[in-house]
């Protein structure tokens, strides 16, 4: 079977990742929870940083040895990578079509030692140590020149997810997602436009009226957009303009992190701790950097049946290339 390659949709001009070695993970969609793995197995588990492999950032206690216990946080490998971080940019065409190596960087946040503990619970502290390591990472992987994009999404609960222990994934990408890309078209038209940011006009405007606001931390408001597309749809955005999460002050980290345990403090109460997606949306980094952009994150609850990382980015991770699957289907006759 083929590698994982990135194909590009000549109608839409969409990447897609077709990835026949994610065949094996559970169906998107999958109805049931599966039982999760529990605290002995769980690589994610302090005692089990061998299996989850080595670190790539982490946070722990002075004089704590490296890929052993007494960390806070932890960076490593994905072990399913959706794009992977070795070889080059190869582009190639076949026909009109045009592909490229899957390349880029899939990493693991793991967000706290302890297997069983919801954002919820966490100490303020420990949920900006995540942001830390988050950007730090992002600051980290814009070194490679191979790369436009970092995003970072988490998934709680969600029926697709193998591990209940806390973490989150960042995606290095050689292109800039299609979410990006959109809300770029909106910025770039209404700066054009009004020579203002359209976000900062937004967070303006909710603070005036404010019957949309849910929360405000310093420097950060969380609100119900005007025009959600799901159901407690949530953004967080900083109230002063940044296009760039990856330079964000430490303040306002720490305004992020007050704010989002106040978001999913609530949403857990209110929903019954329903699972929630969670991305970040920055920037596009080096050359395709653009100024205009207003970095922020959106909170979805019960998000669609899809993987949360396909909705958060916009890149679509196909298992079943789509010429195994005609040959499948052209053999399916009786
Ligand atoms: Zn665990
Ligand atoms: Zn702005
Ligand atoms: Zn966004």
Redesign the pocket.
Known sequence: MENTRLRRDPVSLRWVVISPSRAELPFPGLPVRPPG?P?EA????PG?EAKAGPEIHVEREPGSPANGRGWWVRVVADKYPILHIEGGLEKSAEGMYDSMNAIGAHEILVETP???QHWAALEVLQLDRILRACQQRSVDLRNDPRFRHVIWVKNHGLPTSL???QHSHIVASPFVPPAIEEELRGFGTYVRWKERCVLCDVVKQECAVGHRIILQEGTVLAFSPFAPRFPYETWIVPTDHAHDFGATRTAVLRDLARALQGIVTRIRHLLNDPPYTLVLHSSPLGEFTREEYHWHLELVPRPPQVLGLEWGTGIYINPIPPEVAAERLRQAVR
């Open positions: 793995v605290a769980c690589p994610f588990c089990n302890e297997h069983d591990f209940q222990h």
